[in-house]
């Protein structure tokens, strides 16, 4: 059976079911899928969600979820990592996407650009040079600001802030799907 990681759950249920995003990793690649269950055990219905974009996107190689998605009022707020192949070995960086509140499989934007990725010394050189990748993402509602929490070069945890209205309005910017 193939590698799967970077599994989250959505936060509530959708149509009775519990939505779970996963990494299977096949000969084919690394892309997000989503599954369903009613019991948390047996798992049905696999949707791809977020796929690698072919050529030299930041996002390439692979692609995984960070955090749980955020629900926000405009959908699902996904921070995931994508890596692209270099001749220095793997470039981890962070992009956003946002998915429709009823149907997670339904990806309304996606960030062409990353929006977080190694430059400090800390997320350049430790265990894993040149990753960054998002861990925890927490909305602070009375100052209007996201906490990302990530893991830099997989030696250490950096916090990165940023508006949650920009964020959005950044994102609602972005290309559909």
């Not at 998915?99 to 960030?111: I, Y």
């Not at 265990?127 to 997989?154: I, M």
Request: net charge negative.
């Amino acid at each position: 059976s193939p590698e799967d990681k970077n599994a989250v759950l959505l936060p509530r249920r959708i149509g009775g079911d519990w939505v779970l995003f996963h990494r299977p990793t096949s000969v084919h690649g690394a892309d997000v899928w989503l599954s369903r269950s009613s019991d948390l055990k047996s798992w049905r219905s696999p949707e791809l969600v977020l796929g690698r974009r072919q050529g030299g996107w930041w996002d390439s190689e692979r692609v995984g979820m960070g955090p749980p998605p955020l629900e926000t009022e405009h959908g699902w707020l996904v921070v995931y990592h994508g890596v692209r192949q270099t001749v220095a070995g793997g470039l981890y960086r962070a992009g956003l996407a946002l998915l429709d509140l009823e149907e997670p499989a339904n990806v309304l934007r996606r960030s062409e650009e990353w929006v977080l990725g190694p430059g400090a010394d800390y997320e350049v050189s430790g265990d894993v040079p040149n990753v960054v990748f998002p861990c925890g993402l927490v909305y602070h509602r009375e100052s209007d600001k996201l906490f990302l929490y990530y893991g830099a070069a997989d030696t250490r945890i950096g916090l990165a802030t940023a508006g949650y209205s920009e964020v959005l309005d950044y994102l609602l910017a972005c290309p559909s799907g």
